[in-house]
């Protein structure tokens, strides 16, 4: 989901918190088991010392007060089996603290029953426990164990001031041990704050990090060209959806140890060596801009990419990798070298008719006093004045922005297929016979068809003149109509050297062209297929490489039946008809 950018503040504040309140809960978590494991531990630390003072006791024969020493000690492991069993994780802290109150009562007893044996020591184990429990522990022991031990000596027989150093020594001892644990603990929990707080800010950090790699991610993956990261020891980094599917479609592209087939540089022709291919380049540190490779062998579909490589830099200037950005520019080239061919094309279809035109003209105002040649003559630059005026429609036709707007507006009537295909054969037999191409109209059949003629014309025409153009040099085009009454068809068949089935997939394409070598705009084949779908048909090709090519023109026969293939619906016939209007 989009996120503005005045959101981003609070949603991290609120990240944050969360994330502070969920660490605060698992610290208080992790105290309390703490307090479980450190009660358990202190205590059965002092337990084991009191088993092993008891069994040294009962070892080197001391007599002890029995009574005495034997309730300390019974009080040493109550506390221990308490500190065992009692659940201290679920109770407040200060319940704790019972613990090593009751032991500093024990080891008093063990020191009245013992006065000679120093068990009076054994007063730091519950004083260091009870320091690591803060400031009311650390004051309590010192409270405890200093008065506790005063009255002990203040109370036993045979006091005399020559103990006095001993009174002092223990506690101070004693307290001196305690200060250095409150300190140390004090600056642990200190540490251990800071390192919360620095968990708090780290979080933060990494979730800004998080939406920032994200939302990069996201723009990466919406745009239409390919991003390729490439880190600086060569490895690539990072790789969009656009770049993958163009390794999709391109086996090996963008794949450093993949060799790409079929690879060529931007004349179309040339095959590129695996040390010229762009992302290896890019990898070796070369920086370029708009390096067009073509994909494909140059007799099937090809596409085309437009390829940029940068270096990048880190902010402390060091070689951070390189990005190659690839683009799709196939219909972009296409539509260039389309547009180069037309003019030049253009050029060459106009010449052609204005010169002979011009050069009729000539004869007829030479043969003013011959008015049969001068009407020859002038017949002749008509019909090719004709021609002109239909070069330059289908290219009008051709420039607009949308085929369904093509000016396809017909005047359909009732015709005779056979005179247009016959006259169509008439004119292009003197063009024929400069190759040697043999025009037959043996199959031609009386054929009525509700049709424009001069559209009829333009599309025979056309037909026509591919299988002249196409055709091998001796070969034969040959013309041919019928009908069944409903439907109307011209064949137009030629033995030239057919086409590939790409060539076949892409022949009603707009400019497109099977061979470069033969004159043409590329605009004849789809205007006719639009002329005949405005009339309610249609135009099919069949090919066969070495054998020849065979166009098939479907009209209907009667206004009847183009009246019913308009009601119809039929897809070929809703695209042109439209454009009628």
């Not at 009751?102 to 730091?124: F, K, N, Q, S």
């Not at 370029?288 to 085309?304: I, N, S």
């Given at each position: 989901?989009?996120?503005?950018?005045?959101?981003?503040?609070?949603?991290?504040?609120?990240?944050?918190?969360?994330?502070?309140?969920?660490?605060?809960?698992?610290?208080?978590?992790?105290?309390?088991?703490?307090?479980?494991?450190?009660?358990?531990?202190?205590?059965?630390?002092?337990?084991?010392?009191?088993?092993?003072?008891?069994?040294?006791?009962?070892?080197?024969?001391?007599?002890?007060?029995?009574?005495?020493?034997?309730?300390?000690?019974?009080?040493?492991?109550?506390?221990?089996a308490a500190a065992l069993v009692v659940p201290w994780s679920q109770l407040p802290q200060g319940c704790?603290?019972?613990?090593?109150?009751?032991?500093?009562?024990?080891?008093?007893?063990?020191?009245?029953?013992?006065?000679?044996?120093?068990?009076?020591?054994?007063?730091?184990?519950?004083?260091?426990?009870?320091?690591?429990?803060?400031?009311?522990?650390?004051?309590?022991?010192?409270?405890?164990?200093?008065?506790?031990?005063?009255?002990?000596?203040?109370?036993?027989?045979?006091?005399?001031?020559?103990?006095?150093?001993?009174?002092?020594?223990?506690?101070?001892?004693?307290?001196?041990?305690?200060?250095?644990v409150f300190v140390s603990n004090r600056r642990s929990q200190a540490q251990q704050s800071l390192l919360d707080r620095q968990a708090v800010l780290l979080s933060g950090a990494l979730q800004r990090a998080q939406r920032q790699e994200e939302l990069m991610t996201e723009v990466l993956d919406a745009v239409d060209f390919g991003v390729l990261r490439i880190a600086p020891d060569g490895t690539v980094a990072v790789v969009n959806e656009a770049l993958g599917r163009f390794q999709n479609a391109i086996p090996g592209f963008g794949i450093q140890d993949r060799e790409l087939d079929n690879a060529y540089r931007p004349d179309g022709t040339t095959r590129i060596h695996q040390d010229?291919?762009?992302?290896?380049?890019?990898?070796?540190?070369?920086?370029?801009?708009?390096?067009?490779?073509?994909?494909?062998?140059?007799?099937?579909?090809?596409?085309?990419?437009?390829?940029t490589a940068r270096r990048m830099r880190d902010a402390y200037g060091a070689d951070a990798g390189a990005v190659l950005i690839a683009r799709d520019v196939t219909r972009e080239l296409t539509a260039l070298r389309a547009r180069d061919r037309l003019v030049a094309s253009v050029s060459h279809e106009l010449r052609t008719p204005l010169t002979s035109v011009l050069g009729y003209i000539d004869l007829a105002l030479d043969n003013l006093d011959r008015p049969e040649a001068v009407r020859k003559d002038l017949e002749i630059a008509g019909r090719n004045g004709e021609r002109l005026l239909e070069i330059v429609a289908d290219i009008l036709a051709a420039s607009s922005s949308s085929r369904l707007s093509v000016d396809m507006r017909i005047s359909p009537e009732d015709v005779d297929v056979a005179d247009i295909v016959r006259a169509c054969a008439e004119a292009w037999r003197p063009r024929a016979a400069e190759r040697a191409v043999t025009i037959?109209?043996?199959?031609?059949?009386?054929?009525?068809?509700?049709?424009?003629?001069?559209?009829l014309r333009q599309v025979v025409d056309n037909l026509v003149s591919n299988a002249v153009k196409y055709n091998r040099d001796g070969g034969e085009a040959s013309i041919g109509c019928a009908s069944d009454g409903e439907s109307t068809w011209i064949v137009v068949r030629d033995t030239g050297p057919g086409m590939t089935p790409v060539d076949q997939e892409r022949l009603f394409e707009r400019y497109f062209r099977?061979?470069?070598?033969?004159?043409?705009?590329?605009?004849?084949?789809?205007?006719?297929?639009?002329?005949?779908?405005?009339?309610?048909?249609d135009i099919t090709a069949r090919s066969e490489r070495g054998v020849g090519s065979t166009?098939?023109?479907?009209?209907?026969?009667?206004?009847?039946?183009?009246?019913?293939?308009?009601?119809?619906?039929?897809?070929?016939?809703?695209?042109?008809?439209?454009a009628r209007t």
């Open positions: 989901m989009a996120r503005r950018d005045g959101e981003t503040g609070p949603v991290l504040t609120r990240l944050r918190a969360a994330f502070r309140s969920s660490l605060l809960g698992e610290r208080h978590s992790r105290s309390a088991a703490v307090r479980g494991r450190s009660a358990a531990l202190n205590q059965l630390l002092l337990c084991a010392v009191v088993l092993i003072v008891s069994s040294l006791a009962l070892f080197i024969g001391s007599h002890p007060n029995g009574t005495l020493f034997l309730a300390a000690v019974l009080l040493v492991f109550a506390g221990g704790v603290m019972v613990i090593p109150v009751i032991d500093i009562v024990a080891i008093g007893l063990l020191r009245m029953a013992e006065p000679a044996g120093g068990l009076g020591l054994l007063w730091v184990f519950p004083a260091i426990w009870l320091a690591t429990l803060g400031a009311v522990g650390f004051a309590l022991q010192f409270v405890l164990i200093t008065v506790l031990y005063w009255a002990i000596v203040a109370t036993s027989p045979g006091t005399t001031t020559t103990v006095t150093y001993a009174v002092v020594l223990l506690p101070v001892v004693i307290m001196s041990v305690a200060t250095t010229e291919r762009p992302l290896v380049r890019a990898i070796q540190g070369e920086v370029f801009d708009d390096q067009v490779v073509w994909f494909g062998h140059p007799d099937e579909r090809r596409t085309a990419m437009s390829m037959v109209t043996g199959d031609v059949e009386p054929a009525r068809a509700f049709a424009d003629p001069l559209r099977a061979r470069n070598d033969v004159e043409g705009t590329g605009l004849g084949l789809s205007i006719s297929r639009d002329i005949a779908r405005a009339h309610g048909g166009f098939i023109v479907r009209l209907p026969a009667t206004s009847r039946a183009a009246a019913t293939a308009d009601a119809a619906g039929d897809e070929p016939r809703r695209d042109a008809g439209e």
